[in-house]
């Protein structure tokens, strides 16, 4: 076993992963008959109920073996991290109740690329960014991961047009979908990025059926074109749980 070594790119087959501790039954099982075991997060209770057990509200995994985590729940992830020899990290920024205060951790970085509202990002992730020489993609949108899918490298799926049109600008390939269709609790709508993540090289799962989503043919044919499959972990509706954080592959 081995860490992943490029924050959200699955190189290999996921073995280990932190989830929202919300995650239903079904998509527990499945992901388990993958071969992939989970982590629940704990409640950040600081922030709105839909998102505070969010793995990428409280967390963001950087390269290797490296995590850093809000101060709100420093401890907890200390202590279970630190079993499987993770560097757990304390960020500076405590998560608040209401955006943008509670973004400073949801920061989508795929190869060499990170994407964030810069303004919140925390210091801590700041400096990882400049230390590793990463291209930083400014966006408006701070919640940049749960609102952005990562397919590879230089590919990603969102329904938020700002996004979109930034990476226009940048040698990426972005497909842009339709709004709404993913439940977030007790939220309007839920996002793309929170109801997926990789598993493997070659395989990209989603919290609930994505063929009830009406861009289905659009990701599908979308996410075959970079030679990678779709898996739905339920055949619930799409359920925005926060991105699904890999850890450890085989």
């Known amino acids: 076993m081995e860490f992943v070594k490029k924050s959200f790119i699955v190189d290999g087959n996921l073995s280990l992963a932190l989830v929202d501790k919300r995650i239903t039954l079904n ?32 967390i963001c995994k950087l390269n ?23 560097k757990v990290i304390k960020g500076n920024s405590i998560i608040e109740n209401k955006y943008p205060y509670n973004v400073h951790y949801n920061v989508c970085i795929f190869g060499n690329y990170v994407m964030h509202n810069f303004k919140y990002t925390d210091k801590k992730i700041l400096e990882f960014i400049e230390n590793n020489n990463l291209q930083k993609i400014d966006v408006e949108q701070g919640y940049s991961k749960c609102s952005t899918c990562i397919v590879d490298e230089k590919s990603i799926i969102t329904s938020d047009e700002g996004i979109f049109k930034t990476c226009l600008y940048f040698d990426i390939d972005c ?43 659009k990701i599908l044919h979308f996410v ?24 450890i592959v085989v």
């Open 27 to 58: 998509m527990e099982n499945k992901l388990k008959s993958l071969g992939v075991d989970i982590i629940k997060t704990t409640s950040c209770p600081n922030t709105y109920n839909a998102i505070m057990c969010h793995p990428d509200i409280s």
């Open 64 to 86: 290797d073996n490296n995590i850093i985590v809000a101060p709100n729940v420093y401890d907890y992830y200390f202590e279970v991290l630190s079993n499987y020899s993770f």
């Open 175 to 217: 497909l842009l979908i339709e709004k709404g269709h993913i439940n977030l609790f007790d939220m309007n709508y839920g996002f793309i990025g929170g109801c997926s993540g990789l598993i493997s090289s070659d395989t990209l799962v989603f919290y609930g059926d994505l063929t009830k989503h009406p861009d289905y043919e």
């Open 224 to 247: 075959n074109s970079k030679n990678k499959n779709i898996v739905c972990l339920s055949d619930e509706h799409l359920l925005d749980l926060g991105s699904l954080i890999p850890l």
